[in-house]
């Protein structure tokens, strides 16, 4: 008898919670220390004498009842290294247990002896590592891309610094080659027709030499927009004006929408209808192939949440949560973005266009107005149909721009490309 209590009393002071069940009793509760009445909040006077599906949810006793029949089937020891059980005031106990398969020598019975071990408070720290350990990586991730932008940012820095001097060098130069040209075709002999044509070519040439120059000052020109409240509508007539020429020679179909009541954006008027003008120019060009071109130009109003929502978180990094902003978009039905070429679109010099037709200037230059407006611009394939999306969003508010060069863009357009 007094064994017994020793043996009660070691039990209800040890640090671990400790059961018992009779097996052949529908594995009936026969011990239930102090700890064990402490982590599942329930008192030996209940415990005891039920069973697992009388003290916890179906889905908990079903899942107890496996183990221990596991252990009587194999004979020995079993580790479970978390379990969970949720007391009756909601609390959520991690426990690692042991159980042991024991015939009691005095009675005959077959017990699962069961030993758990509270790792709760382990288990939330372990939680809470994790959590901070996703944190670091995120923290980590965003600081590489931060880096990433931020050499890229020098680099078109130093592009714009080059190409300011080439440009200062160059232009004078070519002027003197364009007056000599001119001047020497007035004094050829007309039925020389090498002459005529040795000097057309070298007109071309000096003209596309010029065009470049014109797009590296463009390039590195100083960041001052005259920036004025603005309809969209007005601009996008006036550059329909200005490429009628083109648009009608490529025999391109134009359909254009504009919401109505669509907010004012705050313009550089001349340097967004470049911007515009590049964009359409490219449609254009990528619409040589097609049998019917059509050019749909589209404007509406939206507010940031839609449109990170909609396509990529993107243009969080530039505007606000919940700004209000109009897009832009220029969509084309020509042969699209080959996957290779994706992420250098807006690389300066970048062209796929036969020399004399592209100068690879055109998007770069264009994002840098576009993003001194505080705006962004993404070029991507559209999803289902053949061709391209220039989709511009700009901001409703005048704001200082952000100037953003992205290393993100190309893999946004690895993946919605197709
Ligand atoms: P350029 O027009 O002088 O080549 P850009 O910087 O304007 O220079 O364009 C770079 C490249 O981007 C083009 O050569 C072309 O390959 C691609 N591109 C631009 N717009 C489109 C479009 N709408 N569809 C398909 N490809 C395009």
Same mark, same amino acid.
């Given at each position: ?240 004006? &200005?490429?009628?020429? =083109? $648009? #009608? !020679?490529? @025999? ?9 009541? /669509?907010? +004012? ?106 993003? &001194?407006?505080?705006? =962004? $611009? #993404? !070029?991507? @394939? ?9 989709? /511009?969003? +700009? ?24």
């Amino acid at each position: 008898m007094e064994e017994h209590s020793i043996v009660e009393s070691v039990l209800d002071n040890l640090p671990v919670a400790v059961f018992a069940k009779d097996v052949a009793g529908d594995f009936r509760f026969v011990l239930w220390n102090k700890k064990q009445e402490e982590v599942t909040t329930l008192p030996a006077a209940k415990a005891l004498g039920s069973n697992d599906y009388d003290l916890f949810s179906q889905e908990s006793a079903d899942y107890f009842r496996s183990v221990d029949k596991a252990v009587i089937r194999r004979g020995k020891l079993m580790k479970v290294p978390e379990e969970i059980i949720e007391t009756k005031n909601g609390r959520e106990v991690h426990l690692r247990t042991v159980k042991i398969p024991v015939h009691d020598k005095e009675t005959g019975r077959l017990l699962v002896v069961g030993i758990s071990e509270d790792i709760t408070e382990q288990f939330k720290s372990r939680e809470q590592l994790e959590q901070l350990n996703l944190h670091l990586v995120a923290t980590n991730k965003e600081l590489q891309e931060t880096q990433m932008q931020l050499i890229q940012a020098e680099k078109l820095e130093s592009i714009g610094r080059l190409a300011a001097g080439v440009a200062h060098e160059v232009k004078n130069p070519l002027a003197l080659l364009l007056l000599g040209v001119d001047y020497l075709s007035q004094g050829i002999d007309p039925d020389d027709e090498n002459v005529a044509t040795i000097l057309d070519q070298m007109r071309g040439a000096v003209d596309r030499a010029d065009r470049i120059v014109r797009g590296l000052v463009d390039f590195s020109s100083q960041r001052a927009l005259s920036r004025e409240a603005t309809e969209l509508r007005r601009v996008i007539d006036e550059v329909l004006i &200005l490429i009628k020429h =083109e $648009l #009608t !020679l490529s @025999n391109t179909r134009v359909t254009v929408k504009i919401d109505k009541d /669509l907010p +004012l954006v705050f313009l550089d008027m001349s340097k967004f209808e470049q911007v515009l003008i590049n964009l359409i120019i490219n449609a254009v060009h990528a619409m040589a192939g097609s049998d019917s071109r059509h050019l749909e130009i589209l404007a509406r109003a939206d507010s940031l949440e839609d449109v990170a929502k909609n396509e990529g978180a993107r243009s969080r990094e530039v505007f606000r949560s919940g700004d209000r902003v109009v897009i832009l978009e220029i969509i084309d039905n020509g042969c699209g973005i080959a996957p290779s070429d994706a992420g250098r679109l807006f690389d300066p010099f970048f062209t796929t266009k036969a020399t004399g037709l592209g100068t690879g200037l055109g998007l770069s230059v264009a994002r840098r107005i576009v993003e &001194l407006h505080g705006g =962004e $611009l #993404t !070029l991507r @394939n559209r999803t289902r149909e053949r061709g391209a999306i220039a989709r /511009l969003v +700009l901001p409703t508010k005048l704001g200082t721009g952000k100037v953003r060069t992205t290393t993100r863009e190309a893999k946004e357009i690895d993946t919605s490309s197709g």
